[in-house]
């Protein structure tokens, strides 16, 4: 079973110039604006990202540059459009012997198709970054049987968000960089050999924002659904 190793004193440094390196690089981007990674173009602090599949790393990308790479239209390119969904699963089946089959040291893992190699993949963050749990390719099978819903996250760029710590059970579909940006919040918040308040301060505000999220989208569509014989009456007019 996996576990989480303690810090040293030279991983305690390398974070230590993380979080140096971050702040520096918040001032830059506030004194001289973000750039596309694709075109240099300079862009707004809300902007799209990337995903390039070699590296799995993200970009950010201005507008002209992310309507080129569509996800679903974009098969044979080198990058994949990030979706901006967020969808709370309140009715997701997982019991508690799929979940110990996953061996996680912690209470959070995001699930996503990859579609290089086609299966699951599950990915826990730790103090030193994600790390991949073994999903085993009848145990996906069996989540998505159970919850058909998981058949239309898009590859690669979406992930099955998963959140049972202090008894809680949520799920969520969201954008990939939302886990990576998860990742991130704990291997910067992280102290000690557990953590410490301030990455469970960090966490719990991080699930809150999704749930946020999820929340508004979903009073957006029921909001933007047409009304029932809406369009029959329409075209009586």
């Known amino acids: 079973m996996p576990a989480y190793l303690p810090p040293d ?8 110039a993380l979080r140096r390196f971050t702040r520096k690089q918040k001032q830059t981007v506030q004194l ?7 075109c240099n173009t300079v862009i707004p602090s809300e902007h799209r990202h990337l995903l390039a599949l070699s590296s799995r790393a993200i970009l950010c990308a201005c507008q002209a540059c992310s309507v080129l790479f569509n996800a679903r239209d974009s098969d044979n390119g080198p990058y994949r459009l990030i979706p901006e969904r967020y969808l709370a699963l309140p009715n997701f089946q997982m019991t508690d012997e799929q979940w110990d089959a996953l061996m996680l040291p912690v209470n959070v893992v995001y699930i996503f198709q990859n579609s290089s190699i086609k299966r699951l993949m599950a990915f826990y963050p730790s103090p030193a970054g994600a790390t991949e749990s073994l999903l085993s390719l009848d145990s996906g099978k069996e989540l998505v049987r159970h919850n058909p819903i998981l058949q239309e996250i898009e590859p690669d760029v979406e992930a099955l968000l998963i959140n049972r710590m ?3 059970r949520t799920y ?11 990742v991130g919040v704990i291997r910067l918040a992280w102290r000690g050999l557990g953590g410490g308040e301030e990455v469970l301060s960090e966490i719990a505000h991080f699930f809150a924002e999704m749930h946020t999220r999820a929340t508004e989208q979903a009073k957006e ?4 659904a047409p009304v029932k014989g809406e369009r029959d009456a329409g075209s009586e007019l």
């Open 9 to 16: 004193a030279q991983s305690s440094a390398s974070l230590s």
């Open 32 to 38: 001289l604006g973000e750039h596309c990674e694709l």
């Open 166 to 168: 202090h008894g809680t």
């Open 172 to 182: 969520y579909i969201v954008p990939l960089d939302a886990c990576y940006r998860l």
């Open 221 to 224: 569509r029921i909001e933007s």
